[in-house]
C-alpha cells in the first residue's frame, strides 16, 4: 500500500495486512455476473505477447513480482460485506510464473502446444475468494524467443492498464539485464483511490446532467437483438467462437479517409457500417449496440492499473435505404453525446431504462461494437534496448454477448471480428453478418463523403496576436509592443476600460459598453512560435504589464480587466499601480478563478475537483476538436501516453486526423497561458479593498468545490458583484455575453460615479458643517 494513501483516506479498514476500498459499479456488476455462473471464463482477459530478447524465466518472474508490488489492484480481492463490495488490497500476496518449456518441440508442435495452453489459461475461471486475480505462463521456444499469456479478470483490467503493464515489463527486463533498477515514474494513484473519488463523485450532484440526458436516450427503450438460428437455451452458458476478416488495405485507407472528410473519428464509420448491416439482418430501422469507453479523462488517471471503462448505448436511426454517410454522421453526434455524458454508469443506464436483471440474458444490450486502435502503441511493439513485446489475437474466453463486433488494428491492416455465441448462432451466420459488415463498408466512398456542416465562428473566430516575451522590457522593447495596443472608441471622454488581452476580438464588448467610454486592448500574448520562458515571479510579470498599462494610458485612474489568469494579472496590476498612487476605480475578473483557491483544497478534494472538472471539459473539447475551433492534436496530446508513444504525430502525419486548427492563435495561444498559470500557481494575492466586478462563465461547475465568487472570497474585502455570463469560458466575448458584459459594466461604473460624486459632495459642505457646529 502507498503509505501517502494509508494517511490520508479515512474510508477503508485496515485488517491483518489488508486495506478495503469501495468496488465501482462495473466492478460490482462483473462480481455478481462471476456469482452467477462461477464455471463460466468469459469475463477472463487473456492476453499473448511475443517476447524477445535475452530471456530468462527468472528474470520476467521477477519484473512481474515487482510490478504485483507496484500496482495494488494485482493484489486485489474482494469482499461483500454489509456496506457493499468492497476490494480487499493485500500487502504483498505470492507470484508464481508459471513456465511451460517449449525450446525442444518442432515449430508445428510447438504452436500447437501454444494454443493448447492459451486456450486452457483463457477458458479457466478465476475463484471469486482468490487474493488476487491475475496469472501468467512463460512458454520460450528458444533463448531469446517466447510467449507470455497474461490472464486477467475483468475486476482488475482493461486495455489500457494491459498497455502500461506491457510498457513496464519490456523497461524491467531491459533495466534488470543491464543491472539496474528501472526507472518507473511514482504510482501516484491507485484503482482504490479511484474508486473512492468515483463513490463522492457521483454522490456529488455532477451527474445530474448526464442522468437527464440519457434518461431522455433510454426513453422507451427496447433490447436490439439480431436473431439466432436456435431459441435462447434457459441456462446461458457463454459458448463463443471469434471469426474475422483482414479488410484490403485500399479499403481501410477509404475508411479513414472518409472519416476525415466527416470530421469524425473511423468509429463512427465503422460502426455506421455495422449498423447499416444488421439493419438488414433484422428489418428493424432502430439499431442500439453497446460500446466501452475509457473513463480516464484526467490526466491524473492516466496511470492508473485498474478497469477504469464505462458502457454507453449508441441508438441509430437506419431506415431502409440510408447512406454510409448519413448514419456515419448520426453516429458522430450520438459518439459526441455519449462522450459528453460518459461518467453515468452503466448500471444506472440499465435501472433508468428499466430493464430487470437477468443472469441468463446480456444486460440491455446483446449486441456490442468495439474499435482497437492497438493494444499497446504504436505497432503493437514495445522495444526497450534489446528486448521487445508485440502482441498476438487473444483466445476466446467465452461469449459476453450475443454478438461482439470489434475492429482491431494489426500490423497487417485492419481486421474486422465477430464472437459469436454459439448456443444462438452457427458459424456460418457469425460469418454472414461480417461479409455482410465488410459490404457495407465497402460502400463508402470519400469524395462523395462531404463535411458536415459546423457552425461558422464569423468575427468571433478571429483572433488578435500581440506583444513578445514577458520579461523585464527595455524602453525600445515597451515602444514597440506599444504598438500593438487596439483603441476602441478612442475619443470617448470616460475612463478607458484597459484589457489584458489573449484570444478575444472586443469590438463587440466595446460597442456593448458603450461609445462614451474608450476601450484598450493590451494583447498579451508572445509573437512567433512557442518557446521557454524561465520562471518568474508573478508579480514581476504583473510589473510589465504595469508598464505597457502606462504606456496605453499614463496617468490614472484606471479601469483594468481580464481573462482567466490574465484576471489575476489585472489584479496584481491594480495593487501595484494603487502602490504609485494611481487610483483604480474598477478590475473586472472574467472567469478568473483565485490564485491559490484550488491550491489550498485539501488533496482529496482537490482530486476530486480535477475529476470533476475533467469530465465536464474534455467532452467539450472533443466537440471543439471536432468542429475545427481547437485543434486536434492538441486536445490530444493532453494524455501522457499519447504524447509519450506519439501517436498523435503519427496519426498527423499518416493524415489519419487533421490539424484543423493548427493556423488558430486560440491553439497558438494555448503554450503561454500555461507558462502563466504555471507561475500563478506559485503566487498569492494581497487582501484588496477595490471594487471588482466578477463575470463568471454559466458553464462553471457548481458545488461545494466551486465557489460562486471562483474563490476570491478571502482576497477580496472591498465591494464586489458577481454576475453569471451565457457562453464557455473562451466565449465570454460573443456577442451573448458582450451584452450581458457591456450592461454590468455600465451599471457598476454609474454606481461607482454616483458613489464618487456623492462622496465629493460631502467634502465640499463637510467645512460650512464644521463652521455651523462652531458657531452653535
Same mark, same amino acid.
Given at each position: 500500500?502507498?503509505? $501517502? ?57 521477477? #519484473? ?45 508442435? %510447438? ?11 483463457? /477458458? ?7 487474493? /488476487? ?8 521456444? /528458444? ?7 497474461? &490472464? ?50 457521483? %454522490? ?11 434518461? @431522455? ?44 472528410? @466527416? ?16 439493419? &438488414? ?36 436511426? #437506419?431506415?431502409?435505404?440510408? &447512406? ?104 456460418? =451466420? ?25 457552425? %461558422? ?7 488578435? =496576436? ?31 476600460? $484597459?484589457?489584458?488581452?489573449? =484570444? ?37 510579470? %504583473? ?121 488558430? =492563435? ?73 451584452? #450581458?458584459?457591456?450592461? @454590468? ?14 462622496? /465629493? ?16
Amino acid at each position: 500500500m502507498n503509505g $501517502i494513501t494509508l494517511n490520508l483516506v479515512p474510508d477503508y479498514e485496515i485488517d491483518a495486512g489488508y486495506a478495503l476500498f469501495p468496488a465501482t459499479a462495473c466492478q460490482t456488476r462483473f462480481w455478481h455476473e462471476q456469482k452467477a455462473s462461477p464455471k463460466a471464463s468469459a469475463l477472463n482477459s487473456a492476453f499473448r505477447l511475443q517476447l524477445s530478447g535475452p530471456l530468462k524465466a527468472a528474470s520476467i518472474e521477477q #519484473v512481474l513480482c515487482e510490478l504485483v508490488a507496484r500496482h495494488e489492484i494485482l493484489r486485489t480481492g474482494f469482499q461483500m460485506t454489509g456496506a457493499g463490495l468492497r476490494q480487499q488490497v493485500a500487502s504483498r500476496v505470492p507470484f508464481k510464473l508459471d513456465v511451460v518449456d517449449l525450446t525442444g518441440f518442432e515449430e508445428k508442435a %510447438a504452436l500447437a502446444e501454444a494454443e493448447r495452453v492459451g486456450r486452457l489459461q483463457a /477458458s479457466t475461471p478465476f475463484d471469486l475468494s482468490s487474493p /488476487s486475480f491475475f496469472r501468467a505462463v512463460w512458454l520460450p521456444r /528458444s533463448p531469446t524467443q517466447g510467449e507470455l499469456q497474461l &490472464t486477467f479478470h475483468s475486476l482488475v483490467i482493461d486495455g489500457w492498464s494491459f498497455a502500461i503493464l506491457v510498457c513496464e515489463l519490456v523497461e524491467g527486463l531491459a533495466a534488470l539485464h543491464a543491472g539496474h533498477d528501472p526507472q518507473f515514474a511514482d504510482v501516484e494513484l491507485h484503482h482504490g483511490d479511484y474508486a473512492l473519488w468515483k463513490e463522492e463523485f457521483v %454522490a456529488s450532484g455532477a451527474l445530474d446532467r448526464a442522468r437527464a440526458h440519457w434518461r @431522455q436516450e433510454l426513453r422507451d427503450f427496447r433490447r436490439f437483438e439480431v436473431p439466432g438460428d436456435r431459441p435462447r437455451p434457459q441456462q446461458r452458458r457463454f459458448q463463443g467462437v471469434i471469426r474475422s476478416i483482414l479488410l484490403p488495405g485500399a479499403l481501410g485507407d477509404r475508411l479513414s479517409a472518409a472519416a476525415k472528410a @466527416q470530421g469524425v473519428t473511423l468509429f463512427s464509420v465503422a460502426a455506421a457500417g455495422l449498423a447499416m448491416a444488421l439493419q &438488414t439482418a433484422t428489418g428493424q430501422s432502430r439499431v442500439a449496440m453497446g460500446t466501452q469507453m475509457s473513463v480516464r479523462d484526467q490526466q491524473e488517471l492516466e496511470g492508473v492499473i485498474g478497469p477504469l471503462i464505462n458502457t454507453v448505448i449508441l441508438r441509430l436511426d #437506419v431506415p431502409h435505404g440510408s &447512406t454510409l454517410a448519413a448514419v456515419t454522421a448520426q453516429c458522430g453526434a450520438k459518439l459526441s453525446d455519449a462522450i459528453e455524458h460518459l461518467h453515468l454508469s452503466f448500471e444506472e443506464m440499465i435501472e433508468l431504462a428499466g430493464e430487470v436483471a437477468d443472469p441468463d440474458r446480456p444486460p440491455l444490450c446483446p449486441v456490442n461494437f468495439a474499435l482497437q486502435q492497438s493494444f499497446v502503441g504504436v505497432g503493437d511493439e514495445v522495444r526497450r534496448q534489446d528486448f521487445s513485446a508485440t502482441t498476438s489475437p487473444s483466445y476466446n474466453a467465452g461469449a459476453l454477448y450475443d454478438l461482439n463486433f470489434f475492429m482491431v488494428r494489426r500490423p497487417e491492416g485492419w481486421r474486422i471480428s465477430c464472437e459469436g455465441d454459439t448456443d444462438l448462432y452457427d458459424v456460418e =451466420t457469425i460469418d454472414g453478418h461480417l461479409a455482410k459488415w465488410r459490404e457495407m463498408l465497402e460502400t463508402v466512398d470519400s469524395e462523395a463523403q462531404r463535411p458536415l456542416a459546423l457552425p %461558422a465562428g464569423g468575427e468571433a473566430a478571429k483572433f488578435v =496576436t500581440g506583444v513578445g516575451a514577458s520579461g523585464f522590457m527595455s524602453q525600445a522593447e515597451l515602444a514597440a509592443k506599444a504598438r500593438n495596443i487596439v483603441r476602441y472608441n478612442e475619443n470617448a471622454p470616460g475612463t478607458p476600460v $484597459i484589457a489584458l488581452n489573449n =484570444t478575444g476580438v472586443l469590438f463587440g464588448l466595446a460597442q456593448q459598453i458603450g461609445s462614451d467610454r474608450p476601450l484598450i486592448d493590451i494583447p498579451m500574448v508572445p509573437e512567433g512560435p512557442p518557446r521557454e520562458f524561465p520562471p518568474r515571479a508573478f508579480e514581476d510579470i %504583473a510589473a510589465d504589464a504595469v508598464r505597457l498599462i502606462r504606456l496605453a494610458q499614463p496617468k490614472g485612474p484606471y479601469i483594468l480587466m481580464g481573462l482567466c489568469v490574465l484576471g489575476a494579472l489585472s489584479l496584481e496590476a491594480a495593487h501595484q499601480l494603487r502602490r504609485e498612487g494611481e487610483s483604480v476605480e474598477l478590475v473586472i475578473l472574467n472567469d478568473s478563478w483565485c490564485p491559490g483557491y484550488r491550491e489550498m483544497m485539501p488533496w482529496y478534494d482537490r482530486e476530486l475537483r480535477k475529476m470533476q472538472v475533467r469530465a465536464d471539459n474534455i467532452p467539450r473539447d472533443f466537440r471543439k476538436a471536432v468542429r475545427g475551433e481547437t485543434s486536434m492534436v492538441s486536445f490530444l496530446k493532453q494524455y501522457r501516453i499519447v504524447r509519450r508513444l506519439g501517436i498523435a504525430d503519427l496519426a498527423l502525419k499518416l493524415g489519419l486526423i487533421k490539424d484543423k486548427a493548427a493556423d488558430h =492563435t486560440i491553439a497558438e495561444n494555448r503554450w503561454y497561458m500555461e507558462y502563466l498559470l504555471a507561475q500563478q500557481a506559485r503566487y498569492r494575492p494581497a487582501p484588496y479593498d477595490g471594487n471588482v466586478q466578477i463575470f463568471r462563465s454559466d458553464q462553471v461547475l457548481k458545488g461545494r468545490l466551486f465557489a460562486w465568487d471562483l474563490g476570491w472570497q478571502r482576497v477580496l474585502t472591498g465591494k464586489q458583484v458577481v454576475t453569471p455570463v451565457p457562453g464557455m469560458h473562451d466565449q465570454m466575448f460573443r456577442a451573448a455575453g458582450a451584452a #450581458v458584459i457591456g450592461k @454590468q459594466v455600465r451599471e457598476h461604473l454609474a454606481e461607482i460615479e454616483a458613489d464618487s460624486n456623492k462622496a /465629493s459632495a460631502g467634502e465640499q459642505h463637510a467645512p460650512l458643517d464644521c463652521a455651523s457646529r462652531a458657531e452653535a
